[in-house]
């Protein structure tokens, strides 16, 4: 009689165990079905992509009145993203001492390139070294990418080689 409960008991048990089991999750959605759900606009979503500012051109502050040297031409600024390549010219601080611009060699007496602010970076940490090792003013030949902030075009220098006098 034992042996008899033990045995209902395990059918039982292993009967309600094997319903438990039962597939309790839907089938599998092909991967292409779940991608291209993903990709569907979701109307909801209220996010939209930042437009750059229509209108006019955006004229560079250090340049035009704001340029040190009398009568200077007002000069726009760069477009975000572009990129200048193999310019010559100055590492100079700027006029509060807190930062570095660049100073193209080229705009001798034209004014059509005002000075760009650098962004500090490996490069401008390396030619601010080779400035305090030679202690002269050396002239770098740069390529960086332009961004544009409140009115001023910045670089990012990504080379940046001292020219040889």
């Known amino acids: 009689m034992r042996k008899l409960q033990i045995l209902s008991t395990i059918i039982v048990v292993g009967g309600s165990m094997m ?8 089938p599998v959605q092909p991967a292409r079905d779940v ?8 109307p909801a979503s209220s996010a939209r992509p ?4 229509a209108g006019q051109p955006i004229v560079d502050k250090s340049s035009g009145a704001g340029a040190v040297a009398p009568d200077a031409p007002t ?9 200048i390549v193999d310019r ?3 590492l100079t601080k700027t006029a509060n001492s807190q930062g570095w611009e660049f100073n193209f060699e080229s705009d001798g007496k034209a004014l059509k390139d005002p000075p760009l602010v650098v962004l ?5 940490m390396l030619m601010e070294d080779l400035l305090k090792e030679t202690n002269r003013d050396l002239k770098f030949r740069i ?5 544009d902030y409140r009115g001023r075009n910045h670089v990012l220098f990504v080379k940046a080689v001292a020219e040889h006098e």
Not at 50 to 53: A, C, N, V
């Open 19 to 26: 319903l438990g089991y039962a597939q309790t999750t839907q």
């Open 120 to 124: 500090p970076n490996r490069n401008l």
């Open 35 to 42: 991608l291209n759900d993903m990709l569907k606009p979701n």
């Open 75 to 83: 000069v726009k600024v760069l477009p975000e993203g572009s990129y």
């Open 88 to 90: 010559v010219g100055r």
């Open 50 to 53: 930042l437009q750059p500012s």
């Open 143 to 147: 390529t960086g990418m332009v961004t």
